[in-house]
C-alpha cells in the first residue's frame, strides 16, 4: 500500500514531491500523463482513484502544470502573492492579513438557473411540474447531455494556467460525519478561499492514503470561446457558466464562474446538492441550517438548528449577542448542517465547514458585533467597498468610517456618501473568514461526534400575514412548515425584485434529489428517535403598513429563543391558534426593550392572508409536486385549511 513518507520523501511535505516543483519538470510530465504512458513515481504514490481523476482531468484540461494542495503557510503566502501580481486581489493594509478582491461585475453571484443535477431518470432529480408549468425545483440534464456540456467547454480549457489539486474535508478531519472531496480548480482565489472554508490539505491527503472515498469536484473558472477575456484578473464565461452534479459518482463538475458557491465547491455542491444524495442513502440530513449552542440564564445549554433561506439572517442569529440579559449564545456554524440521529436517539450535527463565507453589508458594531470581531484578520472579502486608509466599507457601516474617507466602490469607482446612487458594496459581497477567529465559537464546534440538537426553526422573509414565531403541534406538522417555507427574493442569487417565492426548507436551489423524495426522508425520521427535536417557524421581518419592520430583530431575536427554551421545557406558556403554537398573551419576555412594540400586530392572523396562503401552497404543491408529494403532506394541508376556514373574519 503506498504510504504518506513514499510521497513526503526526505524533503518534507512542504514540497510535496515532484508536482509541486513541477515548474522544473511539468512538460515531460504532463506530455506522460496525456500520453498515459509510465506516470512520475511521486503521482503513482497516490491513491490509484485519485490519481486516475487527476490523469483524466490533465487530458481533458491540458494545464500548463500542476500543484498539489498541502494547505501550508508558505503555500498560501505563494497564492496570494501570485494573485496580487495577477490583480485579482489588493491588500487591505489597515488590518492583518486581509485582501480584496473585484470580480469581473457579471460574475456575482450563484447561478442558480443554470444549476443541473443529472440523473437517468429526470423523475430521480425533480417531480414532474404540471403540463404547461416551468418546474421551480431544480433542473434535470441527462447523463448525456452533461456529458457533451462538459467536453464543449473543458476540452484545453486550462491551457496556459495551473491546475490546483485541492484535498479537502466538510467536518473535522476525525469525525466520522465527516467527507473529503478533492476541487480541481484554475483558481488560487478558490484555492485560498477552500483553505478557509474547509479542512484543507495534508491531514486529508493522508486520509485518502488510508483509502478513504472522495467527492470529484472539478472547477474551472472557463476561457469564453472567443478566447477574448474581458477582465483578466478574474477570468470567467459567464455566457457558458455551468453548474453540474452526477449524484450517482458523488461527481461536481463547474465552469465559467468563480464566485461562491459556484467554485467553493465543498459548500452548495457538496455539503448541499451531493450531501443530500448521500444523506439520504445513509439515513441522515444535509442541511442549509445554522448551528447555534444557546446557554440560559439558569445554566442549561441546548443546541438550535435553523434553516432561513440565502441571506436571510443565518450569520447574525448564530453570532447574536443576546439582550436578554443572563443568556449566552456560541456558534457552531451559519450555513450548513449535517445532522444524524445517534443509537440514542439524539439528533446530533456537525457543522462541515471550516470558515464563514458571509454577507457584508447590513453586517456592522451595531447589528453584529461579533462578526466584526471576527473578519478583521486573515479574511478574503469579495466585492466590497475600500477606504483610503486601506480598510473596507459596506452599506450599514456609515457610522464606523471618518467623514474625510475617500471611499472606492465595489467596481474600483470613486464613491460618496449620501451622493451616489448605487451601493458602495454589491449586495451580494462577502467575506471569507476562518471560523476559529468567531469569539465566540463554541468549544464543541469540532467534537467528532456533534451537538444534541434541542430544536429546529425555519423562517424566511415575510413582509406579511406570518407571525414572530410559532410552534409546529408534531414532527409531522413541523416537516409540513418546512414544506410551505416562502420568503422574499435577496441578492444571493440572480433573481430581480422583492417577490415572495417558496423555498421549502430554504433547500430550493439545493436540493441534490426530488423534493417529494426529500419530504419522505424528513417524515421518515420520525421512527428514528422518541426524543425528536421541536420545530419552530419564526419570522422577523413582518412589516407595518408604512413598510417598517415591526420587529427589531438581531439581538432581541433572543427574547424568541427564550420563549423557545421554554417551550422545550414544556412550560404552559403557548396557546393554539389555527397555524400553530404562537405565544400566550404577555408570556414574550418584552422587558427592557426600547422600541414600542406592537405586539398585537406581530402576532395577528388575518384569515384573507391565511386563505390565500393555503390557495398558493396548494397550487404550489398541485403545480410543483404532483403525485410525489407524500400523503403525509396533502392531510396536513387539508388540515391547516379546515383550520384557516374556521377562522373568525
Ligand atoms: P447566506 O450566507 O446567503 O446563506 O445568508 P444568511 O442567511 O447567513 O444571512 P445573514 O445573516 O448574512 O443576513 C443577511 C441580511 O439580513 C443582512 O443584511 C442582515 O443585516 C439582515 N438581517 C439579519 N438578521 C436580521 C434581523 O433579525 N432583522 C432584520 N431586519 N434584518 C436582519
Ligand atoms: C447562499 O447563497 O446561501 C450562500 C452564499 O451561502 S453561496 O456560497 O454563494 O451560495
Ligand atoms: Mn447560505
Same mark, same amino acid.
Given at each position: 500500500m503506498p504510504n504518506l513518507s513514499a510521497i513526503k520523501g526526505?524533503?518534507? +511535505?512542504?514540497?510535496?514531491? !515532484?508536482f509541486k516543483g513541477l515548474a522544473s519538470c511539468n512538460v515531460e510530465f504532463l506530455n506522460q500523463v496525456r500520453g498515459l504512458s509510465a506516470l512520475n513515481g511521486d503521482l503513482r504514490d497516490l491513491p490509484p482513484k485519485l490519481k486516475s481523476y487527476v490523469e483524466e482531468n490533465v487530458r481533458l484540461c491540458q494545464p500548463e502544470t500542476i500543484h498539489i494542495c498541502d494547505g501550508t503557510d508558505v503555500e498560501n503566502s505563494k497564492l496570494l502573492k501570485l494573485m496580487q501580481q495577477q490583480g485579482t486581489i489588493v491588500p487591505l493594509?489597515?488590518?492583518?492579513?486581509c485582501w480584496l478582491a473585484r470580480t469581473?461585475?457579471?460574475?456575482?453571484?450563484?447561478?442558480e438557473s443554470k444549476t443541473f443535477i443529472c440523473t437517468d431518470t429526470k423523475s430521480e432529480t425533480i417531480p414532474s411540474p404540471k403540463a404547461g408549468v416551468k418546474g421551480a425545483l431544480g433542473n434535470w440534464m441527462s447523463p448525456h447531455d452533461m456529458d457533451k456540456a462538459i467536453n464543449e467547454r473543458f476540452?484545453?480549457?486550462?491551457?496556459g494556467r495551473t491546475m490546483y489539486i485541492v484535498p479537502f474535508s466538510m467536518?473535522?478531519?476525525?469525525?466520522?460525519?465527516s467527507k473529503i472531496g478533492i476541487e480541481i480548480t484554475d483558481s488560487p482565489y478558490v484555492v485560498a478561499s477552500m483553505r478557509i472554508m474547509t479542512r484543507m490539505g495534508l491531514p486529508v491527503l493522508e486520509k485518502l492514503l488510508k483509502g478513504a472515498e472522495f467527492v470529484k469536484c472539478l472547477h474551472s473558472v472557463g476561457t469564453p470561446s472567443n478566447g477574448i477575456i474581458e477582465n483578466p484578473s478574474w477570468p470567467c464565461d459567464p455566457e457558458r457558466t455551468i453548474i453540474l452534479h452526477r449524484p450517482k459518482n458523488n461527481e461536481i463538475v463547474s465552469y465559467g464562474s468563480g464566485y461562491g458557491g459556484n467554485s467553493l465547491?465543498?459548500? !452548495?455542491? +457538496?455539503?448541499?446538492r451531493i450531501g443530500s444524495t448521500i444523506a439520504r442513502r445513509e439515513g441522515w440530513l444535509a442541511e442549509h441550517m445554522l448551528i447555534l449552542g444557546i446557554t440560559s440564564p439558569s445554566g442549561k445549554k441546548r443546541y438550535i438548528a435553523a434553516a432561513f433561506p440565502s441571506a436571510c439572517g443565518k450569520t447574525n442569529l448564530a453570532m447574536m449577542t443576546p439582550s436578554l440579559p443572563g443568556y449566552k449564545i456560541e456558534c457552531v456554524g451559519d450555513d450548513i448542517a449535517w445532522m444524524r440521529f445517534d443509537k440514542n436517539g439524539v439528533l446530533r450535527a456537525i %457543522?462541515? @465547514?471550516?470558515g464563514f463565507f458571509g454577507v457584508?453589508?447590513?453586517?456592522s458594531r451595531s447589528s453584529n458585533p461579533i462578526a466584526m470581531d471576527t473578519i478583521f484578520k486573515n479574511t478574503l472579502f469579495t466585492n466590497v467597498a475600500s477606504t483610503s486608509d486601506g480598510g473596507v466599507f459596506w452599506e450599514g457601516m456609515e457610522k464606523e468610517v471618518s467623514s474625510n474617507m475617500e471611499i472606492t466602490d465595489w467596481r474600483g469607482n470613486n464613491w460618496k456618501m449620501?451622493?451616489?446612487?448605487?451601493?458602495?458594496?454589491?449586495?451580494n459581497s462577502r467575506f471569507c473568514t476562518?471560523?476559529?477567529?468567531? *469569539?465566540?465559537?463554541? *468549544?464543541?464546534?469540532?467534537?467528532?461526534e456533534g451537538v444534541p440538537i434541542s430544536a429546529i426553526l425555519f423562517g424566511g422573509r415575510r413582509p406579511?400575514?406570518?407571525?414572530?414565531v410559532y410552534e409546529a403541534r408534531n414532527w409531522n406538522h413541523g416537516v409540513f412548515i418546512g414544506a410551505t417555507m416562502r420568503s422574499e427574493a435577496t441578492a444571493a442569487a440572480e433573481h430581480k425584485g422583492k417577490v415572495v417565492m417558496h423555498d421549502p426548507f430554504a433547500m430550493r436551489p439545493f436540493f441534490g434529489y426530488n423534493f417529494g423524495d426529500y419530504l419522505s426522508h424528513w417524515l421518515s425520521m420520525?421512527?428514528?428517535?422518541?426524543n425528536l427535536p421541536k420545530i419552530f417557524h419564526v419570522n422577523w421581518f413582518r412589516k407595518d403598513a408604512n413598510g417598517k419592520f415591526l420587529w427589531p430583530g438581531f439581538g432581541e431575536n433572543s427574547r424568541v429563543l427564550d420563549w423557545i427554551l421554554r417551550r422545550l421545557d414544556n412550560e404552559d406558556c403557548a396557546r393554539d391558534t389555527p397555524i400553530g403554537l404562537i405565544p400566550k398573551e %404577555?408570556?414574550?419576555?418584552? @422587558?427592557?426593550? @426600547?422600541e414600542n412594540i406592537d405586539v398585537k400586530e406581530l402576532f395577528d392572523l388575518p384569515k384573507q392572508f391565511w386563505m390565500e396562503e393555503v390557495d398558493s401552497v396548494a397550487k404550489y404543491f398541485d403545480e410543483q409536486v404532483g403525485d410525489d408529494l407524500p400523503k403525509e403532506i396533502t392531510k396536513q394541508l387539508n388540515e391547516l385549511k379546515k383550520n384557516v376556514q374556521s377562522m373568525k373574519d
Open positions: 526526505s524533503s518534507g +511535505f512542504t514540497e510535496f514531491g !515532484k493594509p489597515k488590518y492583518e492579513n469581473n461585475p457579471a460574475d456575482t453571484a450563484r447561478v476540452t484545453g480549457c486550462m491551457r467536518g473535522p478531519v476525525t469525525s466520522p460525519l465547491l465543498g459548500k !452548495k455542491c +457538496f455539503a448541499l %457543522n462541515p @465547514e471550516n457584508a453589508p447590513g453586517t449620501g451622493q451616489s446612487k448605487t451601493p458602495a458594496a454589491h449586495p476562518p471560523a476559529k477567529q468567531c *469569539p465566540i465559537i463554541d *468549544p464543541a464546534w469540532e467534537h467528532p406579511a400575514g406570518v407571525p414572530l420520525k421512527e428514528r428517535s422518541d %404577555n408570556s414574550l419576555n418584552l @422587558e427592557g426593550i @426600547e
